[in-house]
């Protein structure tokens, strides 16, 4: 009796598990997940790259400064390395760039969406060249796939920064050659996408716009080259040029912010953690005052209380009441004299302008006509596009016009009180004597007007700045140990972050051995970067 009993509890068992079988995949899946995933709202999400942190990038090029040298807050203020902050950019790999890879992944072989493939190709090749420009040697090849392809690319191993530049080159070229203005209309790109600030409503407009941005990619590209190899620098500036550049501030690569769900989150730290750190740095205050800089009031100003600038409701903008923290002069120092001393919570220095280029509501722009503009002018001055000294010349003041004109965006944007820059106010400045472009000059002017422009764009100012070696800064004297190994006294590379040491050992290790030295330090130089001064 035993023994049937048992017979007829596994045959009920066995006819349960028969019935959950049959209906397995339909009773454990939600109706209401997301099976699918849109490319193109992933590359929406994946658009706002890294363009550099206020204590990071814009300190090294001296536009910026924390003077307090304590703890995290040392870092490249005081020639120090401190992992936390130079992780920023290496977070493009959880972000952005692994979602270019995604996208790509979906896309492989696709014939309908071929202008969303040849975007994601060039964005993804502009967040890869700031990556290398950052740390030299990191991983790429194998980047990103791990969610794909398996567990063996969890530990990607660093491949080699000229390398990287040369697949960089073939990929924006390729991606350009591919865009077509019968295919796809991508209607979620933030640039040019059906909602941007200079919305397209056809693919052939949009692709027009992405020719422009693509072909602008790969100038930047080109001129990194300029003290490397000149020749293949020329080669590449000219098949940009070749190719159709922007040419006004409608081809802009921006975005804006609605002030609820979306804001400028990397001027956050300037208006709600403790602002009482954050100053313009003196080198950049001085230049602005010494050329009579109308775009001053929008960038820079004088709060009541350096601890809650939004508590002032008419801060000081004019130029002579400027002043810049001196670079390299710790907290403990400014309180007496030769320095200007304490001010309510903080010191008596300029802050960024939060109420305008600072504003959470500010616009981020990636890459710009003006910036564009300017690489142009050292092209016609080096003789690599036509034109000679006169395109030069034109090329640089149409910049100028075209970055002072983007101040009306700022103050549209922010809610700003202030005037637009007026034409004859932009014909005073460039008729200055220590603006007006002159040949003997031309590298000097162009690039230090590339390093105001990029006051928004630290990655990219503090790349220019290694490549050209303008403007012409003096060191952050705090310390010597910047000079050691035959440094400068600049920093020209991030170290690896720390967690690569646990996470990805032998891959950190012998991307360090391939450094100069084998050492992971702030004074190794990436390929390009071959010497400060021209």
């Known amino acids: 009796m035993k023994k049937i009993k048992q017979v007829i509890f596994i045959f009920a068992a066995l006819l349960l598990i028969g019935g959950c079988d049959k209906d397995f995949v339909e009773v454990n899946t939600d109706p209401f997940a997301i099976n699918e995933i849109e490319p193109g709202l992933l590359f929406a999400g994946a658009q706002r790259t890294y363009l550099g942190g206020w204590e990071g990038e814009h300190t090294i090029v001296q536009q910026f400064v924390n003077p307090f040298n304590d703890g995290a807050t040392l870092f490249v203020n005081f020639n120090e390395n401190v992992d936390n902050f130079q992780n920023g950019c290496w977070g493009s790999y959880s972000g952005s760039i692994k979602n270019f890879v995604h ?3 979906l896309l492989e072989g696709t014939t309908d969406k071929v202008n969303l493939q040849s975007m994601t190709r060039i964005w993804k090749a502009q967040a890869m060249m700031i990556m290398v420009d950052t740390y030299s040697n990191v991983p790429y090849f194998n980047v990103g796939l791990a969610a794909i392809m398996g567990e063996e690319y969890f530990y990607p191993s660093y491949d080699n920064d000229e390398a990287i530049y040369e697949d960089l080159y073939n990929e924006i070229t390729e991606a350009l050659d591919n865009l077509n203005p019968s295919g796809d209309f991508v209607a979620d790109d933030l640039f040019f996408g059906a909602n941007a600030y200079y919305p397209s409503n056809d693919a052939a407009t949009q692709v027009a716009k992405w020719k422009k941005l693509g072909n602008s990619v790969l100038l930047r590209l080109g001129m990194r080259y300029s003290k490397l190899d000149p020749t293949k620098a020329k080669s590449i500036v000219a098949e940009a040029f070749d190719g159709g550049v922007m040419t006004s501030n409608e081809d802009n690569a921006f975005v804006v912010y609605d002030g609820t769900k979306y804001t400028n989150g990397s001027n956050n730290g300037l208006v709600n953690n403790q602002p009482k750190f954050y100053y313009a ?5 001085d230049h602005l005052k010494n050329t009579n800089d109308p775009r001053s009031k929008y960038m820079i100003a004088m709060f009541d209380d350096p601890g809650d600038p939004l508590g002032t409701a008419v801060p000081g903008v004019d130029l ?7 670079v390299g002069v710790v907290r403990t120092a400014l309180p007496d004299s030769p320095y200007r001393g304490v001010k309510e919570q903080g010191y008596d220095y300029s802050q960024m302008n939060v109420n305008v280029m600072a504003s959470l509501l500010a616009p981020s722009f990636y890459l710009t006509y003006a910036q564009t503009s300017l690489l142009l002018a050292e092209a016609a001055h080096r003789g690599w596009i036509p034109g000679g000294e006169t395109a030069a010349q034109q090329y ?6 075209a970055d002072m004109d983007v101040m009306a965006l700022y103050i549209s944007e922010t809610g700003s009180s202030y005037a637009p820059i007026s034409g004859a106010e932009q014909d005073a400045y460039i008729a200055q004597a220590n603006v007006a472009y002159n040949a003997a000059n031309a590298l000097d002017l162009i690039n230090t007007q ?9 990655a990219e100012a503090w790349s220019n700045f290694r490549r050209s070696g303008y403007p012409a800064l003096n060191r952050n004297e705090w310390d010597d140990q910047l000079l050691e190994y035959g440094g400068d006294g600049f920093v020209h590379r991030y170290t690896y972050p720390d967690a690569e040491l646990s996470n990805n050992k032998s891959n950190y290790q012998a991307a360090v051995a391939a450094l100069e030295g084998g050492r992971d330090d702030l004074r190794n130089r990436v390929f390009w970067d071959v010497e400060l001064l021209p």
């Open 320 to 326: 002579e009441d400027q002043f810049g923290v001196p």
């Open 450 to 458: 590339y390093w105001v422009v990029c006051l928004r764009n630290g």
């Open 103 to 105: 996208i790509l992944h």
């Open 281 to 285: 740095a003196e080198p950049f205050v």
């Open 396 to 401: 640089y003041e149409d910049a100028i016009r």
